[in-house]
């Protein structure tokens, strides 16, 4: 357990024969736990990404092969495995942990906990690396003004973050001026999420609604876009958070670096390019709320 002063944010933990996760529904308002002891509930806390972001599926897949084998309920793998389509990690966590069945729970149970530790070790090596990368092809020391989508950090990973792993590690440096979060409709895991985690960190913060941050890069206020990934297709191909390819657009137009930090567990060699990639589409209603007229259908796509 942490308490609020503590950075070292863990989304997804084995505790006492159970999945503890954080509950990321009830953020920023309450920092709540959640232990799951039924695959199902898993894959029900899955579906409404009180546990999200492609490393923290990834970890909570493989412990959920662990809680299967515990439960004698290996006939819930398939549907866990199946539980979001777009990140690959999940898929990947699922197969990794099966591998290890025969070996009977502990075998299995001590590759999860080697993931989420390996996916730890693997955030900090990129955020230095992505750090280090921007400031040379930046070419400048001066403190950068940034640009997030959605939540890549620790909450979405096994714990430190991905794209706000490298906004953390040039912060510790004192080299960020300000980071814009974009909102990140339609359920805001930037306002909600993202902020929170800035806030926690004492990291200069401005929200902005997705629609301002092709204004916000083209009138050069941002020095570099950082952003995660769910998947990265063997030609390089990347699914994110829908409203990302916005984002690269915009960066491109302004020639300004966009930068997608992720661990080799979200390179996905078997699928050849973004147009195999299946994106996620979601509810009507997440869209549609309570202000669209009755009679309104919704596009919702996840990520793009
Ligand atoms: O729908 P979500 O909130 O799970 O989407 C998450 C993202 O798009 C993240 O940017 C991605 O998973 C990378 S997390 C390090």
Redesign the pocket.
Known sequence: MFDDNDDDIRPVTWHDGAIRIIDQTALPGRLTYLDLNKVDALIAAIQR?AV??????GVAGAYGVALALQNGERDRIADLRAA?PT?VNLMAGVDRASARIDEGFEAVLAEAHAMLDQEVTANRTLSAYGADWLLGRLNTRRPLRLLT?????AL??AGW???LGVVRDLHDRGLVEVVYVDE?RP?L?GTRLTAWELDRLGIPHLVQADGAAAGTIVSGLVDAAI????RVAANGDTA??IG?LGVALACAHAEAPFLV??PTS?VDLATPSGAQIQV?QRAEAEILGHSAPAASRAHNP??D
């Open positions: 990404l999200r972001g492609a490393p923290a599926l979001r990140a989508h959605c939540n890549a950090g979405a990973t973050g991905t794209a990140t359920l895991q952003v995660g990934a769910d994110n958070k990302t930090a992720a979200t996620e996840a990520f």
